[in-house]
């Protein structure tokens, strides 16, 4: 079983950046593929990011292509998301999931292909 547990949100400004972290636990996930999504108010969740086991490969939403970049240190366990040119929009629950099945492309973006799923993190933009 894998444990996935968020950090890094919190309220900043629009325009500023902020990193958020993932950290694995209970099981490696060098060989998952990790992803990130968002839960905007009263909306559902979408996908952000994700990366490949080896990072070699990444895709993001059209929405933050050019400002997020996701990333990850497999000796560590842990996947980030550096997001940067924050705006309003951003505005979230912010949430990492791992994938044994996956691969990383728009055909798997949907959150079916993610087995676990950490408890999110709050990110406010505000204008």
């Known amino acids: 079983q894998v444990q996935l547990v968020e950090t890094g949100g919190g309220l900043v400004q629009a325009g500023d950046s902020l990193r958020l972290s993932c950290a694995a636990s209970?099981?490696?996930?060098?060989?998952?593929?990790l992803g990130w999504f968002r839960q905007p108010p009263g909306k559902d969740r979408e996908f952000v990011a994700a990366?490949?086991?080896?990072?070699?490969?990444?895709d993001y939403a059209e929405s933050v292509e050019g400002r997020f970049h996701v990333s990850r240190d497999t000796a560590r366990n842990t996947v980030f998301l550096q997001m940067n040119s924050l705006n309003a929009e951003d505005t979230a629950v912010y949430f990492c999931?791992?994938?044994?099945?996956?691969?990383?492309?728009?055909?798997?973006?949907?959150?079916?292909?993610?087995?676990?799923w950490g408890q999110g993190t709050q990110v406010t933009v505000s204008s």
């Open positions: 209970g099981h490696t996930v060098s060989y998952y593929v």
């Open positions: 990366i490949s086991w080896n990072g070699d490969t990444t």
């Open positions: 999931a791992a994938s044994s099945t996956g691969r990383v492309g728009n055909y798997y973006r949907p959150s079916q292909w993610y087995d676990y």
